[in-house]
């Protein structure tokens, strides 16, 4: 029963990475996507954060809490893995700057690609780490269904907004079975990994990154919103990957899915209630002029910004 959840979990994740890319593209423009990271300096406070402060900051936890090694293997993999595709979800459901959230991913997932091999040989000795096997699997779930949608968008945009549509609604679809058959998959796990101190390990570990990436995001809300999502959701595809390929031990696997499922549930949650507050009192925001332009403009206007209509299913 155990492996036909686990396998119906990876489906979902597979489903909801595919789906969202394709509606993502399906509602951006490629000079969307990259105008917001042509501002350098966020580029680099989104890499500082991601690849300095949040792997620094797991240090610090392994060293303060009483892990097990493979626990530690585990909680390092995901401190080193940035470029989730949860992202433009979570900001999605934030109200943020989706066409910003959908640059930083790809900025962070490609850095993660050469990242990795590098990062965890030193962070775990003994460590070996497949940079093509990371990079082929990144590549095939994330960049090539963004890739075929914005071509498909640049040159049928009529077509391409009802296929929006149609992914929009089966990437929520799938966030639901992500998380259903994720938390029955690895319910052993979860109750296993309590009490060793790795359930508040990766509570650290989340919200740090969140406020690591909000504090590094600017003067604009937009930005820290985005930015503070995108640095506490990690990787999940890539530190899973690493686990399978590089580990025995399935306690290193077994805490990469125990903290995939608590950030799961823990920003989920964040993100709509900065959704809720940013639709109560969007005047307060810093970036109250994107929230209304996003709210009341057609894509391709000078804002970037896809329409309300455009990233909400229904």
């Known amino acids: 029963m155990t492996s036909i959840l686990t396998s119906l979990s990876n489906g979902?994740?597979?489903?909801?990475?595919?789906?969202?890319?394709?509606?993502?593209?399906?509602?951006?423009?490629?000079?969307?996507i990259l105008a917001p990271l042509r501002q350098w300096q966020l580029v680099v406070r989104a890499l500082v954060a991601n690849f300095v402060l949040v792997p620094a900051l797991v240090f610090a936890v392994t060293l303060l809490i009483p892990l097990s090694d493979s626990l530690k293997t585990g909680l390092i993999l995901l401190g080193a893995a940035a470029g989730a595709p949860f992202l433009p979800k979570l900001a999605q459901f934030a109200h943020g700057q989706v066409a910003l959230s959908v640059g930083l991913m790809v900025l962070l997932m490609v850095v993660t690609i050469f990242y990795l091999p590098i990062a965890v040989p030193l962070l775990v000795p003994g460590a070996k780490v497949h940079p093509f096997d990371i990079a082929v699997s990144l590549v095939l779930?994330?960049?090539?269904?963004?890739?075929?949608a914005l071509v498909v968008r640049a040159r049928y945009p009529e077509p391409a907004g009802q296929l929006q549509h149609i992914m929009a609604q089966a990437s929520n679809v799938a966030i639901l079975l992500v998380l259903v058959t994720s938390l029955l998959a690895n319910f052993h796990e979860i109750i296993g990994v309590i009490g060793t101190g790795g359930i508040v390990a990766a509570l650290i570990l989340i919200g740090g990154g969140v406020v690591i990436g909000y504090l590094l995001g600017g003067p604009s809300g937009d930005t820290r919103t985005v930015l503070g999502l995108g640095t506490g959701q990690r990787n999940i595809s890539a530190a899973l990957l690493v686990s399978i390929q590089s580990f025995t031990n399935p306690n290193v696997l077994a805490m990469v899915l125990v903290a995939s499922t608590v950030g799961l549930f823990f920003l989920l949650p964040l993100s709509c209630e900065i959704g809720r507050r940013a639709a109560r009192t969007p005047n307060d925001r810093g970036g109250t002029q994107a929230y209304s332009n996003k709210r009341h403009k057609q894509p391709g206007t000078a804002t970037g910004q896809p329409t309300g209509a455009a990233l909400t299913a229904g």
């Open 141 to 148: 779930t994330m960049l090539v269904p963004l890739g075929l």
């Open 12 to 32: 979902a994740v597979l489903l909801f990475v595919v789906t969202t890319m394709l509606a993502m593209g399906f509602s951006l423009t490629l000079s969307q």
